[in-house]
């Protein structure tokens, strides 16, 4: 059916930049909420950031200024750039798509760890 495939994550000192993607493939709207959620060991996922098809991106306050959500519509593709990274922000980070009624995927998630 849909597919996420996400990307980029890794290990990285504190400070340092990454840039997570997402594919989407598959058979889905085209008008549709697309974000990027995180779950830290021991805690319940949370939202980082969403948008819907040609709008604006909603962040979570412990990324706002840090973080940027993109989205290129005609790849199926969003990107999260991801600087000043914290020690915190450790965690496994999960593509979502949404759309239409009960249509719900996930992706595999990618790992992000910030160490020194």
């Known amino acids: 059916q849909v597919q996420l495939v996400e990307s980029g994550g890794g290990l990285v000192q504190p400070g340092g930049s990454l840039r997570l993607s997402c594919a989407a493939s598959?058979?889905?709207?085209?008008?549709?909420?697309m974000g990027w959620y995180r779950q830290a060991p021991g805690k319940q996922r949370e939202l980082v950031a969403q948008?819907?098809?040609?709008?604006?991106?909603t962040y979570a306050d412990f990324v706002k200024g840090r973080f940027t959500m993109s989205r290129d519509n005609a790849k199926n593709t969003i990107y999260l750039q991801m600087n000043s990274l914290k020690p915190e922000d450790t965690a496994v980070y999960y593509c979502?798509?949404?759309?239409?009624?009960?249509?719900?995927?996930w992706g595999q998630g990618t790992q992000v760890t910030v160490s020194s």
């Open positions: 598959g058979t889905f709207s085209r008008l549709n909420d």
């Open positions: 948008s819907f098809t040609f709008s604006t991106t």
């Open positions: 979502r798509l949404s759309w239409g009624i009960d249509n719900i995927v």
